[in-house]
Structures are given as structure tokens and as C-alpha cells.
């Protein structure tokens, strides 16, 4: 498994590297519009007077054998969920481990999606991006957060939560020295390329959370390893120990009636 884990996860890994890229260049795009008084007034920037409805999308995974990986995620959202007391929270669910958690803990979920297959994913995440998108709309909700866990490196991956509804942008100073030319219209170029960003941000978490839960599965099938190879070697010192211990007392009891005949 180990293998299979390490196999898959440079792919991963390429995967996630490229979709950061699209998002950063997008986000980059799109903050060079607003700083050169590009008109945007897409709804989805306006953030809502309160703060009283908020929208989770949790990526977990749906089989185990992967260490803290989904331990870890779920403690932070229950952390996360009890700091937002007062506010309604509504759960989107993908991964088996994810649903049962909340099964047990009797915590209602707006929609789950268990053992989905590759060919499936995108089209899952789309429907489910225009869900969020149509509730913030229509005030349903007042933010939309991302709960997934964020690949650091080989080996290395941690629990994050990024907001997905405001979209909101990192101040960056890097600019490309030009400006556009748009066709048709502005607004119309922005729209799009909010969109986009959306898209690229939600396909993002779940690639990351991939790539995550293949790190996750090679380390603890290592350890896995590891930790069986160091019981056979208890074990074998045992029962070597209790062999040696009964071919000693055979041979006393030889020599016992040895003695015993002279």
C-alpha cells in the first residue's frame, strides 16, 4: 500500500502544483483589474451585513489506513463549529469517514457524498460550487468556508479552513506593469474570471486533499511497517527464549536420571 500510495502521489503532487499556479494567476489578474479602477460589482465580492448563516465543505476520505488524516481535520471543524456558536452551520460532506463522524456525533448534514468515483468528482463539485454560490445569492448563507487538509510537502500536510464565499483577495504588490484591453465589456471579463477563480479555489482543496490523504496513507503504511517488523523481532527473541528455556530443562532431566542410575 505503501507503494501504491508513493506511486500516486507524484502525479498528485503535479496536479496540485498546476491548479495553484491557475488560481494565483487568476487571483493576481483580478487584483490587477481592481487596483487599475476596473469596475466590479459582482455579488459574490459584497460581503452580507450579518454573519449568521455560514456554509462548511469538508473533504475527507473514504477509507482508512491513512493515520491522523481525518482525525486531525475533523477535531479542527468541531473546534471551528463551536467557535461560530450562534450561527447557523450547514455541512457539505465529501468522504465516507467524514459522514460517519457526523452520523455518530448526531450532527445533521446538508448534503454528503461518499465513495465517489474520478469520473464523477468534477461534475459533483460543480453541482456543488453552484449550490453554495446559489445560497449566498439568496442569502441562504453569509460565508462559505473550505475545511480540507493543505499539502505542506512530502510527508507533511496540515488541517486548513479557506474562505470561498466573499471572495476576498491577499494584498500582493506584484503587478504585470500593463493594462487590459477587454472585450466585450469589463464587467463581463470579471464575471468570468471570478467564476474561474471559484472554480480553480474548490478543485484546489479537493486536489490538495487528495494528495494529502496519499501522504498521509505512505507514511502510516511505513510506520505500519515498521512497527510489525520490530514485533517480529520481540516475538522471535520469545520464543527463542522460551525454546532455548524448554531444551535446557529436557536436558536436565537427562542428566537428572543419569545421575539418578549410578
Not at 475527507?60 to 461560530?84: H, I, P, W, Y
Not at 445533521?108 to 453554495?132: G, H, R
Amino acid at each position: 500500500m505503501k507503494m501504491v500510495a508513493a506511486a500516486r502521489l507524484f502525479k498528485a503532487q503535479k496536479r496540485v502544483l498546476e491548479a495553484r499556479t491557475f488560481n494565483i494567476e487568476t487571483e493576481r489578474i483580478l487584483n490587477n483589474m481592481l487596483k487599475r479602477g476596473a469596475d466590479i460589482n459582482d455579488p459574490l465580492l459584497q460581503p452580507h451585513e450579518k454573519n449568521a448563516a455560514v456554509d462548511v465543505v469538508i473533504f475527507t476520505s473514504d477509507k482508512g489506513l491513512c493515520g491522523t488524516f481525518n482525525e486531525a481535520l475533523l477535531k479542527e471543524v468541531a473546534r471551528f463549529m463551536t467557535q461560530k456558536n450562534g450561527a447557523i452551520v450547514s455541512l457539505f460532506v465529501l468522504g465516507k469517514k467524514g459522514a460517519s463522524f457526523f452520523n455518530r456525533k448526531k450532527i445533521s448534514v446538508l448534503s454528503e457524498f461518499t465513495m465517489v468515483q474520478e469520473s464523477e468528482l468534477k461534475k459533483i463539485l460543480a453541482n456543488t460550487m453552484d449550490s453554495l454560490i446559489e445560497r449566498y445569492l439568496s442569502h441562504n448563507s453569509d460565508e462559505a468556508i473550505l475545511a480540507y487538509n493543505s499539502l505542506e510537502g512530502t510527508g507533511r500536510f496540515k488541517p486548513a479552513f479557506k474562505k470561498l464565499l466573499p471572495i476576498t483577495f491577499a494584498d500582493s504588490d506584484q503587478e504585470y506593469g500593463i493594462d487590459y484591453i477587454y472585450e466585450p465589456v469589463v464587467s463581463d471579463v470579471a464575471q468570468w474570471l471570478i467564476r474561474q477563480r471559484l472554480k480553480s479555489t474548490f478543485y484546489l482543496a479537493s486536489l490538495e486533499s487528495q494528495a494529502s490523504e496519499l501522504t498521509a496513507r505512505m507514511v502510516a503504511m511505513e510506520n505500519a511497517t515498521k512497527n510489525a517488523n520490530d514485533l517480529i523481532k520481540v516475538l522471535t527473541t520469545k520464543y527463542n527464549r522460551a525454546r532455548q528455556y524448554a531444551i535446557t530443562r529436557e536436558l536436565i532431566d537427562i542428566i537428572g536420571g543419569v545421575e539418578a542410575l549410578k
